[in-house]
């Protein structure tokens, strides 16, 4: 190889080696890169728990990847205390089972994207959930 070729091969940039493009995630792949998890309160919610009917009161936005969730709603943030507090819930995004007990135990609805302005319109006595899974995307 010619000493022109060498410097040239060294100094001037081809395709190869240029930066990639990067692109922002939405929630959903980047709960999934991040190892797919339950995350609370971020930007843009898939589902918002509500502590009043009519999506009144107090407020906790919740994000999941397919299969995640939280089986106990008191551990969603130290000392929330939102387990038996929801009486509505507005759902954007996924499939998600609710659950009466902790665990992902006891009775439970399968509820799809929608506005539920009252326990019984997402299937369960008012201020009796426990537990969140996201189950369909």
């Not at 081809?14 to 939405?26: G, I, K, N, V």
């Amino acid at each position: 190889m010619k000493n022109n070729q060498r410097q040239a091969l060294f100094t001037e940039p081809t395709s190869e080696f240029e930066a990639p493009a990067f692109t922002e995630l939405d929630d959903e792949v980047a709960a999934t890169c991040s190892g797919g998890r339950v995350y609370f309160n971020g930007p843009d919610p898939d589902v918002i728990l509500f502590e009043h009917n009519n999506f009144g009161g107090a407020s906790l936005g919740v994000n999941a990847t397919t299969g995640d969730g939280d089986s106990n709603l008191d551990n969603a943030i130290i000392g929330s205390g939102w387990n038996n507090r929801v009486s509505s819930i507005k759902i954007f995004r996924g499939k998600w089972q609710l659950f009466r007990d902790s665990g992902y135990q006891g009775p439970h609805s399968d509820k799809g994207r929608g506005n539920y302005k009252n326990a019984a319109a997402f299937g369960l006595p008012n201020d009796s959930l426990t537990g969140i899974r996201r189950v369909g995307a």
